[in-house]
Structures are given as C-alpha cells and as structure tokens.
C-alpha cells in the first residue's frame, strides 16, 4: 500500500497554494535527466502495434535517498513512451493491479469514442467491487475525491468495467507528441500525482525528412511539480483528512495542488550533458496545476536566450517562431529547437520558470560538454497540411463559460463550465459530423481548456489576435484570468461521446469538464 496512515498523520504544511515537502530536498541540477523507456510491442502482426501495460504500485527513489510509493504505467514514473507511426494503429491493453479502478486516456489522440478513456469506462481491478469501492478509505481516498458532488459515479447505468480494456488508437493524424494518463471520473487528479502519465509520439517520414535535431538531440520533457510528505510518499491534501476537515483549508486544492519540487522525467531539478549543437525539446507541462513561463539562462551572465519554436500540442507550425520566453499551461506541448553552440563548453544553461520562486524557479539544466559537429537544420518550412479552416467556414458559434459556482446537494465549491457541474449523463453540446463550428470560451481565473477528439485553431484572445505561441494547431488553450478567446475546430474525426474540461485537473475533477456528442 501507499503508507497512506502515515502519511495523513503527518502532512506537510500547505502554504497558499503550494504544497511543502517534509523531507530533506536535493540541491539542483545534480541528478541525471531519465529518458522514459521506449515500450517495445508485444506484436506488429496485422498492421497494427499491440502493447500491454500493467499498471501498479511500485517504489521508485525520485528524490535520493527517500522512496517513494507510486502508482504506474509498467513500473516506472513517466510511465513508458509509445513510439507511433501516423496512421499505424495502436492497440494498447491495460491490466490494472492498482488498489483503485483506473481511465486511460490519450490527450491529443484522434481516437474512436470507445477508446477516449470516458470518465466511467473503468479498468477494475481484479477482485475490486462498487462496495470495495466505497470502503477505500484504507487509501485515503474515500467519499468523491475532492468533488464532493457526489454524482453518479456508482450510477449502473454510466459506468462500464472491464477486467482488462485494450485501447485502439488509430492515429490517423499529425505527427506530435502526445500524452496517456488517467482519466477517472473525480479522481483524475490525485492518480495522475501518484504517477499514472506517460508519452506517446506519432512520427511521420515527411518530419523524419526536414532534418530536425534527432536521435539523442531529441529529448521528450514532461515537466510535472510534486511535493513530498515525511515518509516519503507523495503528498496530496483530499487524502488528509486532517485537511479535508477544517475549515478553509480546501482553498490549496480548490484552486489546484502545486508541489515545492519541479520534477523533469521524474527526476528533481536534473542535469543532462549536450553537445554545443541543436537540440529539439518536446515538452509536456503535465503538472496539475502548475503554470510555467519558460526561459533558457545563461548562468554565466543571466541572459534570456532566444529558441525557436517549431511545433505545439497538435504538431509542426508552418514556420518558426522564436522567443525569449514560453508560456506553458497545463496539459500544453511545445516542440522548441534550442542551440548550445552559441554557449562556450563548460557553460551550463538553465531551463528556468520564470513564474516560480524560490526553488520552483529552476526547472533543470543543460550542461554543454563538447563540441560536436551539426548538420539539424531549422527549415524556414515546417509543414503544409495544417487545416486550412476560416472563420466563415463555422456553421455555428457557441459561448462557454469557465466560472467557479456552487454545486451538490451539500453546495460545495465547485468549478463549471456554462453555471454547470459535470454529469455524465447529460449532453452539453451535440455536433453534426464535419460541421465546422466557432467556440467562444470566457474564464474566471486561469483556466486551461481541453478539447478531446479534434485540435483547434485560436482565432483571437480578448479580441485580439493570438499570441505568437498559440500558432498552429492547438488542443488545450490556456485561458488567462479574465480573458475570452475564439477558437475554430471542425468535428471530422469519429462519432460518440467526449469531452471538453478545465485540464487544471482538479478543476477537472470539481466539476470543471462537460459531455460533447457528434452525431
Ligand atoms: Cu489530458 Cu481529457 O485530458
Ligand atoms: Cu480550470
């Protein structure tokens, strides 16, 4: 088990928002930058790459000398990366050994409805029942997780259950980087804390071809915040009662859970040695709440460096953009070029956040070794297949707000989308397929909004044009305090049952998500 007695008896303290840990933290840039496993198929027979995932506890040493229980996708925190071909199908199956029923979901695929990883299509495991299920108190995690809406996620009629579930992708798509993690109703939040994330790439020959930095100069980033509690497991406030009991001490976690460590593959603060070359960078802010501003420092003199910016959540930009900074909300991906041959060997350049402070200002960095010779190239092209959607191709226009409100019979704190909590049982939106359709989104404090199924173009924010990060084709937006934005998708992918949802993910899980239908 998680230790999770001892770790409710002895929490760490939660100053405003963010989480401190109770044990001894390393100094930065000390542990080597892990790389995920690369997951190899079980078969390639058929066309289509099959996997198998387990996911179980296991104890990793994320800060050194301290052990950590987590929950994990085949034993490791990132969970191990797929690597895809575009239009390759993918049959992952997901065995849960797990003391909870789990969700899987892949953020950013183009994936048939019975794949998309609905709040309550659960993988059980084996002996787990809906009675097991409310008496998980042993895990910390009784009642409705931090919602408290109390909605029907014992409702037969809602939920599905599967021993096993094998998860197709398609990926029939644009090749990019995705990401796979839980997706359980009220419960995405803390699962996702303890560990269940991983990557997943789609690759094509036609981005293999521009002659992008490769191989080793290609380094996939999930940069996730976490905080540590005195016996080493990681600390989340909803399995407190201590917290959960007193008054005003939901506000940590209403407005989402932020850790004191900055973790980068799972590892604190890391370093990781480069040639004086190219280096693509694919990041993942897969933080629960966490917002970054990213910056590269030159710690010799202070400098912010310029990159270039080559691709975003749903793949390649037509062109670069470049910048000083980047930010970078939750569930967000960049693709970035960065060259360290612009930095003398020795120098050390610091990824840092700029929105952070104190020890959440670094996030990792990179130490230029040698020199090396280069032959990547940034092409002024990226690509051409991006959708040529417009404005007067939406057939209709809806608004959407973002807004925190009451909700459940006990009219808790909760986040909405349009004054509503999420139901699975009520459809929020119906969509005729192919129909292209203007979405106007409004927000109350930050919120990073989540489309499932389609990217989207941003066609404007607080009525005026994008920002120039928000180029290309996007599927989370991070709406800033205030701020409304226009977005244009078009629903030409599958037909069923998805999602849209604050990706503050617990947001997410107090009620900020809804049901969208295409027909
Ligand atoms: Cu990254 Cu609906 O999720
Ligand atoms: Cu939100």
């Not at 230790?3 to 929490?11: E, F, I, N, Q, V």
């Not at 986040?415 to 109350?444: C, N, Q």
């Amino acid at each position: 088990g998680l230790g999770a007695a001892a770790a409710l008896s002895r929490h760490p303290a939660a100053t405003g928002a963010e989480l401190r840990s109770a044990v001894p933290l390393p100094p930065p840039f000390r542990v080597p930058l892990p790389l995920p496993a690369v997951l190899a198929p079980v078969s390639r027979a058929g066309g289509t790459d099959r996997y198998a995932i387990t996911q179980r506890e296991v104890t990793a040493e994320i800060l050194p000398g301290v052990r950590t229980p987590l929950w994990t996708y085949g034993g490791t925190f990132p969970g191990p990366t797929i690597e895809s071909r575009r239009g390759r199908p993918v049959t992952v199956t997901h065995r849960n050994e797990l003391p909870v029923p789990t969700v899987v979901h892949l953020h950013g695929g183009r994936t048939p409805a019975a794949s998309d990883g609905y709040p309550t299509d659960l993988v059980t495991p084996a002996g787990w029942t809906q009675h097991a299920g409310h008496g998980m108190s042993g895990h910390g995690m009784s009642g409705h997780g931090m919602s408290g809406h109390g909605m029907s996620m014992h409702d037969p009629r809602a939920v599905t259950s599967e021993l096993t579930r094998d998860y197709t992708f398609p990926l029939d798509q644009r090749p990019a980087l995705l990401w796979y993690h839980d997706h359980r109703m009220d419960f995405t939040a803390p699962a996702i804390w303890r560990g269940l994330a991983g990557l997943h790439i789609v690759r094509d020959a036609a981005e293999e071809a521009l002659g992008l930095p490769a191989g080793p100069r290609e380094l996939p980033l999930m940069i996730a915040d976490r905080a540590f509690a005195e016996d080493g497991s990681l600390a989340y406030p909803s399995l407190d009662p201590t917290l959960r009991e007193r008054p005003g001490v939901r506000e940590p976690y209403v407005a989402g859970v932020l850790g004191d460590v900055i973790l980068v593959n799972g590892a604190p603060w890391p370093v990781h040695e480069v040639d004086a070359a190219r280096y693509r960078l694919r990041l993942l802010n897969a933080s629960n709440a966490r917002h970054y501003e990213l910056a590269f420092v030159d710690e010799g003199d202070g400098r912010l460096w310029e990159f270039h910016q080559i691709g975003s959540d749903q793949g390649l930009l037509a062109a670069p953009v470049t910048h000083h900074t980047l930010p970078m909300a939750p569930a967000e991906r960049y693709d970035v070029v960065v060259d360290f041959s612009r930095f003398p060997v020795g120098s050390r350049v610091r990824l840092v956040n700029r929105l952070g402070s104190g020890r959440t200002r670094d996030v990792m960095a990179f130490h230029v070794v040698r020199k090396a010779s280069d032959d990547s190239r940034v092409p002024r092209v990226l690509s051409t297949d991006l959708p040529a959607w417009r404005r007067e191709d939406a057939v209709r226009v809806r608004d959407f707000s973002f807004r925190a409100g009451r909700m459940g019979e006990d009219d808790t704190h909760g986040w909405l989308i349009g004054g509503l909590p999420f139901a699975p049982s009520r459809t929020d939106v119906t969509v005729r397929h192919g129909d292209t359709e203007l979405w106007r989104l409004v927000a109350d404090v930050h919120h990073p909004v989540h489309l499932h199924l389609t990217g989207f173009r941003i066609l404007s924010r607080g009525g005026h044009p994008p920002l120039p990060h928000d180029a290309g084709l996007k599927d989370t937006i991070s709406l800033r305090p205030g701020e409304s934005a226009e977005l244009l998708t078009r629903f030409d992918a599958y037909r069923g049952r998805y999602l849209f949802h604050c990706h503050n993910a617990e947001h997410e899980d107090m009620g900020m998500m809804a049901n969208l239908e295409v027909v």
